[in-house]
């Protein structure tokens, strides 16, 4: 039943309308189609109205948010600036409250900066940022989130749960440079290693840290002295040279709590008597010269030197763009190629071997006693007495000489053969 007054009844073809005091109704199958549909576009409406996002659809009480945290570097040393940077977003464009957003790091909280001031619109998000300058009592692994509130009382926090990791702080590291005053000292002398700790900072202190001379032996190392680094850095550890040795030395700063290691490479001091080492050299030549003269008596001059001579460029060649091995072989066999033109004696052909083995080895040892006086970190890696260093020098040319006589001979001889047999003929 309609609860309502009925005036009239009106017909008309295929509609009935009645009347009432406040209402009116369709009652034919037209009108009921037609409120059917209307129905269903109010229902489809008030669908798209609710799925669609509103102003607070990240947060249904409109809170602000936060987003794309970052942390640049995530590690580093202590003296360096770590830079924390975080996004708010507010659809209804409210701005922080006063003194935030905030970066709690290891729960220290720290007041972030806008990273641009003229941005006032914070609907399409607005950076803020924080600065840390780290110092030494910051080495160690740490964790931070950030938080908000708006004047509202509205608030956020990154992440919801928990800490984001960083950064990780370790110790400062330190390069050291030394020079001698006199890397040539007499016996008896002092020289200064006199030398600087620096880190990458030139602004950091560096005083107050311990650096260590340290003399390289064959078995080990030995303590040779010691200095503190002034406010500069700076250290000067004076040492006395007592007798004539190749001394071999290094520098060691063995860190600490806010510094790494670090050392220098080798520094060498020559207090060598040089004129001893020339005089080995006089009696070498003087050696090679006397076998040589004993070696050739039996082969003509004119037959010797052209062979000698072209069998020495080759060794000399060989040695720096092959091997020492095949450098020896072809001298030799070049030699005895050449004079097996003028005799087909074996022992000849050994004679002008041997004897272009041992005038390399005068080559090659002049060249090894030059290098050892000027360049020693090229052969010595420890200290060393001059009688040590003596010791050094002959045992290597004894053992040269049999060597290389060994295979020059061998190959002068093959040499020789080989052109008897006519091979390349």
Known sequence: MLD????????????????????????TKRGKIGLGALGMVLFLILSLIFSCPSAYAQDPNGAPTLTENQLTPESGAWGDNFTFKITYIDNENNLPALGYPKVYIDDHPENMGEDNRLDNDVTDGKVYKYV???????????????????YLGRNARVPENGEFEGPNIGKQAVRISCELDNPDPAPGEEILFIGHLETNKYDLDISGENVILYEILSDGTSEAGSDITNENGLFAIELKIPREKLGVYKITFHGSDYFEAVETGRLYTDSLNNNLFLGVDVILLALVSIASFFLSRNIANKDLLKPLLAGSIIGITFQFIVSAFIALFAAGGLAGYMLARETDKWKDHLSIGVMTGLLLLLVFGVLFIYTLLSSPEMIIQYS??????????????????????????????????????????
């Open 384 to 425: 060393i007495t001059q009688g040590g260093v003596f010791r050094i020098v002959t045992t290597q040319i004894l053992l040269l000489s049999v060597l290389y006589s060994l295979l020059t001979g061998i190959g002068s001889i093959i040499g020789g053969k080989i052109r008897e047999s006519g091979f390349f003929h």
């Open 4 to 27: 309502a007054k009925v005036r009239n009844w009106i017909y008309t073809t295929g509609r009935k309308y009645r009347y009432g005091d406040s209402i009116h109704l369709f009652s």
């Open 132 to 150: 840390w300058a780290s110092t030494k009592e910051n080495i160690g692994d740490h964790n931070f989130y950030f938080y908000v509130e708006d």
